[in-house]
């Protein structure tokens, strides 16, 4: 037996003031896609935003279903449709906000295992890590330099 240890590391920033003006601009789009955001069930919003290597920023906000595996969350809604608009762009960043219409967040927000999972396979895919900003309402920003950072043991093809 044996035992493994895997880290994972992150730069925190105390507010978006902190952050460069390039990822202030994607995060303000990802707050504003969020407000667009279909949620009469959870009541939870997320917007993101997504910055390819064209230039392109492709935006994304989560959308509900009363049936709900049919819903769409936020990122894989921009990552789809990046993929489907310019298939031989790379996704260089990633801004995801969440807020609800109950509570405020204070605490960083990151992808859901779905969206991790679907993240995963653009960035093996285009062999070039995405940078991940994420955050809540208001509050710290967390900045994750790749997915594999999120999700260290990564399911692709190479199992199938």
Same mark, same amino acid.
């Given at each position: 037996m044996k035992e493994i240890s895997i880290t994972s590391s992150f730069i925190v920033y105390d507010?978006?003031?902190?952050?460069s003006k390039e990822i202030q601009d994607l995060m303000n789009q990802a707050v504003e896609v969020r =407000? =667009?955001?279909?949620?009469?069930?959870?009541?939870?919003?997320?917007g993101a935003a997504l910055l390819l290597d064209n230039g392109k920023i492709i935006l994304g906000s989560n959308q509900e279903?009363?049936?709900?595996?049919?819903?769409?969350?936020?990122?894989?809604t921009a990552i789809f449709y990046a993929g489907s608009?310019?298939?031989e762009a790379k996704i260089? =960043?990633?801004a995801i906000t969440a807020a609800s219409d109950t509570n405020q967040t204070t605490a960083p927000i990151p992808p859901c295992g779905s969206c991790r999972q679907s993240i995963a396979e653009y960035e093996i895919r285009q062999e070039t890590p995405i940078e991940i900003y994420f955050m809540g309402e208001i509050g710290e920003v967390? =900045?994750?330099a790749s997915l594999k950072n999120l999700l260290p043991f990564m399911f692709d093809k190479?199992?199938?």
């Open positions: 507010s978006l003031d902190e952050l =407000k =667009k955001a279909y949620a009469p069930y959870s009541q939870f919003r997320v279903n009363a049936a709900y595996p049919s819903g769409l969350c936020a990122e894989r608009t310019y298939p260089l =960043k990633m967390y =900045k994750s190479k199992f199938l």
